[in-house]
């Protein structure tokens, strides 16, 4: 059974910084694309940064140079760390793992920024 947990998430003010973690179990982590996705009020769920197994990354246009997605396979964790922060950027933030279509979801973590 394959469980993500995320974690980290929290109250900051604007200009602020969060490290979110994901742990995975019963999955082979190191194989997997990692992505980290959002959901704020009244939007649909989005793509914020993806990591391939190789340790390629991609980001959304709107956190690119502010947020850095990294993975440890030996902890089988990946990262999200945010900075300068942005009331735009609250919403839940969701880990996602992928191999070839198998796709499985956090429960997600609140992350609420402050103007």
């Known amino acids: 059974q394959v469980q993500l947990v995320e974690s980290g998430g929290g109250l900051v003010q604007a200009g602020g910084s969060l490290r979110l973690s994901c742990v995975a179990s019963g999955l082979i982590f190191s194989i997997n694309y990692m992505g980290w996705y959002r959901r704020a009020p009244g939007k649909q769920r989005e793509l914020v940064a993806g990591i391939t197994s190789g340790g390629s990354t991609n980001y959304a246009d709107s956190v690119k140079g502010r947020f850095t997605i990294s993975r440890d396979n030996a902890k089988n964790t990946v990262y999200l760390q945010m900075n300068s922060l942005k009331p735009e950027d609250t919403a839940v933030y969701y880990c996602?793992?992928?191999?070839?279509?198998?796709?499985?979801w956090g429960q997600g973590t609140q992350v609420t920024v402050s103007s």
């Open positions: 996602n793992s992928n191999y070839r279509g198998n796709s499985n």
